[in-house]
Structure formats: structure tokens, C-alpha cells
């Protein structure tokens, strides 16, 4: 019961944040580019561990942990939209 009281208290704390994230509109092709540098798109902590050519074992993706993990992938696809929408660049660099 206590963990679920926790969740419930980490969600109301984060809320703000979460919105300011939801609703931040990207204009600015610098900050764009700033962003879809800044936020991977590929967790960085996921790998196997292997040893002599044998695979010890598996890190799992850790980013999924980070509570607001969802807003900030949105903004990273967010600014990669308007990076190929609104400028014209191929934005598969950042892929």
C-alpha cells in the first residue's frame, strides 16, 4: 500500500514538470538541433555484457525509470519534426 501512496505522490509532484514539457513548442532551429543532440535516441545505458566472444548477461534499458521519460522523448521528436517540417533538413543524422 505504501508503494502505491508513493507512486500516487511522485505523480502529483512531477505533474507540473510534465506539462511544462508537453507544452513547450519548438521555433528555433538552433534549440532544435540543441535538443536532438542533447536527448539520445537510443537509451545509452542498454548493452550486453560479453566476455571472451559470450554474452554474460543484459542491462536493460534504465531510461524507462526516469519518470518523465515519455515528455522528454516527446520534445526530441517535437523538435526532430520541426527540424524536417518547418526548415527542410534530412534529419536522419539524428536517427
Given amino acids: 500500500m505504501t508503494s502505491f501512496i508513493q507512486a500516487r505522490l511522485d505523480n502529483d509532484l512531477l505533474h507540473p514538470v510534465r ?3 508537453e507544452t513547450i513548442e519548438i521555433h528555433n532551429c ?22 571472451f566472444g559470450r554474452k554474460l548477461f543484459h542491462i536493460p534499458p534504465m531510461c524507462k525509470l526516469n519518470p518523465l521519460y515519455e515528455e522528454v522523448v516527446g520534445l ?20
Fill in 19 to 21: 506539462e511544462w514539457l
Fill in 30 to 51: 538552433k534549440l532544435a538541433h540543441f535538443l536532438c543532440k542533447a536527448i539520445p535516441a537510443q537509451c545509452p545505458f542498454e548493452r550486453d555484457l560479453t566476455l
Fill in 76 to 95: 526530441r521528436f517535437k523538435a526532430l519534426c520541426y527540424l524536417a517540417d518547418e526548415c527542410g533538413e534530412d534529419v536522419t543524422a539524428y536517427c
